[in-house]
């Protein structure tokens, strides 16, 4: 009997190291300026984090690289991101397509807004070439690879929920075919 209650409180104990230790991974910062709020993880030697673009900075951003308000509007008022991921020092090449990043709210699960569906959408509404070459480049990469020792990239990322909304993102990635995973909770839009 004590052996079971030992082996018990032990399992209890475990298991919820391990929980808090998820839970410390993450992080959130708030902009004291812009009240922008940041939430960040390092798992496995891989950096992931997501900014809020308040609607405001979207529409600034682009407005200066050639679109109208109407253009741009449906991508600034899309829950857009400034994304990071970074290989710090993963075991290897990691390689990512953020197509396979689950997004869920409230337990259903969402896909993201690929580029390429956004390019094509801005495209049909008569913005000029430059301003959709200038919002391409500004992207997050669909698929990348990273080397450890600190590659990384960053961009816009557009969750395609309304403004406010509570969700959830796991990146992932691989390493010579192995899945890797960060998980940010309880992420916010902006609003």
Not at 83 to 104: E, F, K, M, Q
Not at 133 to 147: D, H, L, T
Request: hydrophobic letters at 40%; glycine letters at 8%.
């Amino acid at each position: 009997m004590f052996e079971m209650k030992t082996i018990t409180i032990v399992s209890i104990l475990v298991l919820s190291s391990f929980s808090s230790y998820a839970d410390v991974l993450q992080t959130r910062r708030v902009d004291s300026v812009t009240g922008a709020k940041t939430w960040e993880i390092q798992v496995d030697g891989v950096f992931f984090s997501l900014t809020q673009l308040l609607p405001d900075q979207v529409r600034a951003f682009y407005v200066n690289r050639g679109f109208t308000l109407a253009q741009i509007e449906p991508y600034a008022s899309s829950c857009v991101y400034m994304t990071v991921l970074r290989n710090d020092n993963a075991p290897g090449v990691i390689h990512y397509v953020s197509g396979n990043w689950p997004v869920s709210v409230n337990g259903r699960h969402y896909e993201l807004v690929p580029v390429n569906q956004w390019v094509e959408r801005l495209s049909g509404s008569g913005v000029k070439k430059s301003a959709v070459i200038a919002f391409r480049w500004a992207q997050f990469p669909p698929e990348q690879e990273y080397r450890p020792g600190g590659d990384w990239n960053q961009g816009m990322l557009s969750m395609g929920l309304s403004a406010g909304s509570l969700f959830d993102i796991t990146a992932k990635w691989d390493i010579a075919g192995k899945e890797y995973r960060a998980r940010l909770k309880e992420v916010q839009c902006a609003e």
